[in-house]
């Protein structure tokens, strides 16, 4: 059973910073590692993803330049380091995996849908 953990959600006042963990578990096949948001009352939209071998990243606008991801293989743990943290970051950060390769592109791995296995979120909140 594939399985995913985040961790380093907490509370930052606004330009702080916060590293992001997701460790994959029960997985024998990852092609890609996604980190998706979500506010209150607002739709999920993506964050950041990157292919598992090929280091490839990917960005929303919204956070390119500030948010980082980057990835352990070894460890199959993914991570966001998050600077210059604003208050409109505040969400639940979830993490997410693809494990078929069905696409590719910008459009392919910014979409929710790409993902087949999702972990339970962590909590980010900025404080103005």
């Known amino acids: 059973q594939v399985q995913l953990l985040e961790s380093g959600g907490g509370f930052v006042v606004t330009g702080g910073s916060l590293r992001l963990s997701c460790a994959v578990s029960g997985s024998s096949s990852i092609n890609a590692m996604a980190w998706f948001r979500q506010a209150p009352e607002q739709e999920r939209e993506f964050v950041a993803a990157i292919r598992w071998n090929f280091d490839h990243p990917y960005y929303a606008d919204s956070v390119k330049d500030r948010f980082t991801i980057s990835k352990d293989n070894a460890r199959n743990t993914v991570y966001l380091q998050m600077n210059r943290l604003k208050p409109e970051d505040t969400a639940k950060y979830y993490c997410?995996?693809?494990?078929?390769?069905?696409?590719?592109?910008?459009?392919?791995?910014?979409?929710?849908?790409?993902?087949?296995?999702w972990g339970q979120g962590t909590q980010v909140t900025v404080s103005s």
């Open positions: 997410a995996s693809d494990s078929i390769s069905m696409g590719f592109g910008d459009s392919y791995y910014s979409d929710a849908t790409t993902y087949d296995y």
